[in-house]
């Protein structure tokens, strides 16, 4: 798959309630959750779903919407591209624990399917960032938590449609808003938030195993 031609990037958060699904009818390229490719599921509620688009010039054609997880349901989400495997990475904070889940994708023609989904953690998530280090071949994630507003990164490795994921460790005790980059020149991740009074700041960080 070519990154140029293909984005599985409109990773979204199906909400019926959403007042934004019914503004343009006539919008080809709107997905609507009441396509007739959005499962004929009328109780999708907050499931996480995703859909494979292919440019064309300046158009774009989407192909099924399919659910990541069967059952899950979240508002907080983050996709990042495996580039070594060839394979989305999902990440969410599910609805009814709060735990941060995951899960693979793999794109074929226009469609993704997804793996069996694996929990990164415990505790109560509330907001991701994802991104992929050519250099040690693993997925890094940062993760807000929701309880004491810390943020906390993680390393994944993914093997076939599987991931797993190391132990935490903090990157700062208070931060909201993380965003996670990597740097293939210098070797290093990259985490940027925000404090309580709204000031940016960035962090530098090295990933080992």
Avoid at 69 to 85: A, I, M, Q, R, V
Wanted: aromatic letters at 8%; glycine letters at 10%; charged letters at 20%.
């Amino acid at each position: 798959m070519e990154n140029s031609e293909k984005y599985s990037d409109l990773f979204k958060n199906v909400d019926n309630n959403n007042d934004d699904d019914n503004n343009d009818d006539n919008d080809d390229n709107n997905v609507d959750n009441n396509d007739d490719n959005d499962d004929n599921d009328s109780n999708d509620g907050n499931k996480v779903k995703s859909v494979v688009g292919t440019i064309s010039g300046n158009s774009i054609s989407f192909g099924t919407v399919v659910t990541v997880e069967s059952g899950s349901e979240s508002s907080k989400f983050g996709l990042c591209f495996d580039s070594t495997n060839n394979k989305f990475v999902a990440v969410w904070s599910e609805d009814s624990t709060g735990y941060a889940k995951s899960a693979v994708g793999t794109v074929s023609g226009t469609n993704i399917s997804w793996g069996t989904a694996v929990d990164v953690n415990s505790e109560n998530s509330d907001g991701f960032s994802c991104a992929y280090d050519p250099d040690t071949q693993r997925v890094l994630l940062g993760a807000n938590m929701q309880s004491d507003n810390q943020i906390n990164s993680y390393v994944g490795t993914v093997s076939g449609t599987s991931i797993s994921w190391g132990s935490e460790t903090q990157v700062v005790s208070v931060g909201h808003d993380v965003g996670i980059v990597y740097d293939t020149e210098n070797n290093r991740a990259v985490v940027g938030y925000r404090d309580n009074g709204n000031n940016c700041y960035a962090i530098v960080g090295t990933v080992t195993g």
